[in-house]
């Protein structure tokens, strides 16, 4: 494991050939980028928060980019045809159908819940992606059982060896969104449906 996002980057580029490095740098990773700096410490604690304009420096960079994960899925599936597409239920239309002009949403449920938007710019036609950290958003209490799941929720996190419960610093005030429909969440889920019966 490199001790820093740069000594990656770095052992990536060592057999480039100086005439065919790199001068610019898009890197996309998971959470928000704020002034070109990642905070990466969810996922790879040593590395700490990580400014992209420094890595620029030190790897003789024009310019080194962050952007959210999620940014980068947005601008990828804006390159999707509509051959490629599959709808899933008989109403669901297909998005990318000549003529929609609609808000596009990509959303990926893994260790988090990451969403993306994209919105159509009037000026030149073309799809803007725009990261969203909205699996942080309370989960939406309907029925008996989502209330039920919730209160569960809370008992579970602060009293398992989850992942959700070692992230906690203290008592579980609200459940997001994230917090059940991600990847963490299956032995929540199992266990919540598992003490139904």
Same mark, same amino acid.
């Given at each position: 494991?490199?001790?820093?996002?740069?000594?990656?980057?770095?052992?990536?580029?060592?057999?480039?050939?100086?005439?065919?490095?790199?001068?610019?740098?898009?890197?996309?990773?998971?959470?928000?980028?704020?002034?070109?700096?990642?905070?990466?410490?969810?996922?790879?604690?040593?590395?700490?928060?990580?400014?992209?304009?420094?890595?620029?420096?030190?790897?003789?960079?024009?310019?080194?980019?962050? &952007?959210?994960?999620? /940014?980068?899925? @947005?601008? $990828? !599936?804006?390159?999707?045809? *509509?051959? =490629?597409?599959?709808?899933?239920?008989?109403?669901?239309?297909?998005?990318?159908?000549?003529?929609?002009?609609?808000?596009?949403?990509? &959303?990926?449920?893994? /260790?988090?819940? @990451?969403? $993306? !938007?994209?919105?159509?710019? *009037?000026? =030149?036609?073309?799809?803007?992606?725009?990261?969203?950290?909205?699996?942080?958003?309370?989960?939406?209490?309907?029925?008996?059982?989502?209330?039920?799941?919730?209160?569960?929720?809370?008992?579970? !996190?602060?009293?398992?060896?989850?992942?959700?419960?070692?992230?906690?610093?203290?008592?579980?005030?609200?459940?997001?969104?994230?917090?059940?429909?991600?990847?963490?969440?299956?032995?929540?889920?199992?266990?919540?449906?598992?003490?139904?019966?």
């Amino acid at each position: 494991m490199h001790d820093s996002l740069t000594a990656c980057i770095k052992d990536y580029l060592k057999d480039v050939p100086k005439h065919n490095f790199p001068y610019v740098c898009v890197v996309s990773m998971a959470g928000p980028v704020v002034n070109n700096t990642i905070d990466i410490t969810v996922n790879v604690k040593k590395w700490g928060k990580t400014d992209g304009n420094k890595i620029a420096k030190q790897m003789g960079f024009k310019s080194f980019i962050f &952007i959210n994960d999620f /940014t980068a899925a @947005g601008y $990828g !599936i804006s390159r999707i045809r *509509e051959q =490629d597409c599959k709808s899933l239920g008989d109403s669901a239309k297909n998005p990318l159908a000549e003529g929609a002009n609609s808000v596009k949403v990509v &959303i990926g449920p893994g /260790t988090g819940l @990451g969403q $993306g !938007i994209l919105f159509k710019k *009037e000026i =030149d036609g073309f799809y803007e992606p725009v990261a969203s950290e909205g699996g942080h958003v309370d989960f939406p209490v309907i029925t008996e059982e989502d209330w039920n799941l919730v209160e569960y929720s809370r008992k579970f !996190i602060e009293n398992s060896n989850n992942v959700e419960n070692l992230r906690a610093k203290g008592p579980i005030g609200r459940v997001s969104v994230e917090r059940l429909c991600a990847g963490p969440a299956v032995p929540l889920i199992y266990s919540f449906m598992k003490q139904k019966d």
